[in-house]
């Protein structure tokens, strides 16, 4: 069945170091694979996206690397910034029902 | 360009209450879905609609219907409100069936008390 799993739930980080969340899925036909930000009071938002035909992809800060024989995918944030403190999901798209399963979500919180 | 409107933003319902939430999208997609947010628990579909005069159940429908009024318009009905319904309910569309990036809206804070 459609099962995404996020892990670490929390993680705090000081300002300027990396932080990287890790989610692994279980159906190994997905190929499409979003992470999403949401703030505080506000609905979640696309931050980057990689689909199963590429192993990384970077957007300036914020990278995400995906591992099919291991079916897990990890978000990297680098040198991190107060304003990256938000909760993050992962999601897999699932081809039996074409639907998008989201993780629990990541309580990211940067220390200045 | 709006992107998706829910309405309204906060909701108080006594138990047994009846009540929709209205969603709209303006970016002519074809794929709507309702979400409900609880602590700890992700992101959880209710019901999605792959396309205009199409519904299907998500992962926790019972206690919900849903009707795609039209391309642009997806609402949700609770018909007998429970406690166990408080929550935060977000509608999201995407324009192929969850294989492009799916927008969301601002999100209902719903309390049944």
């Known amino acids: 069945g459609e099962n995404v799993e996020q892990h670490p739930s929390t993680l705090s980080v000081q300002e300027g170091d990396s932080a990287v969340i890790k989610c692994t899925y279980s159906d190994s036909a997905s190929n499409y694979f979003p992470w999403y930000k949401q703030e505080l009071g506000k609905g979640p938002q696309l931050i980057i996206d990689?689909?199963?035909?590429?192993g990384e992809k970077k957007d300036q800060r914020i990278a995400v690397t995906l591992n099919k024989t291991a079916k897990h995918f990890s978000l990297h944030i680098t040198e991190t910034q107060p304003e990256d403190s938000a909760v993050y999901f992962c999601?897999?798209?699932?081809?039996?029902?074409?639907?998008?399963?989201f993780g629990k979500g990541n309580q990211v919180v940067v220390i200045p | 360009n709006a992107g998706v409107t829910q309405t309204p933003k906060f909701q108080v319902l006594k138990t047994g209450q009846s009540m929709t939430l209205q969603c709209a999208q303006d970016m002519n997609h074809n794929s709507m879905y309702w979400y409900r947010q609880d602590p700890g628990m992700g992101l959880r579909l209710i019901y999605y609609s792959a396309s205009e005069g199409t519904t299907d159940k998500g992962e926790v429908p019972n206690g919900y219907n849903v009707s795609r009024l039209n391309k642009r318009e997806f609402s949700l009905r609770l018909e007998s409100a429970a406690p166990s319904q408080t929550s935060v309910y977000f509608c999201?569309?995407?324009?192929?069936?969850?294989?492009?990036?799916?927008?969301f809206g601002q999100g209902t804070r719903l309390t049944v008390v």
């Open positions: 990689i689909r199963s035909n590429v």
């Open positions: 999201a569309s995407s324009g192929i069936q969850g294989n492009t990036e799916a927008f």
């Open positions: 999601a897999a798209l699932y081809y039996g029902n074409n639907r998008l399963a």
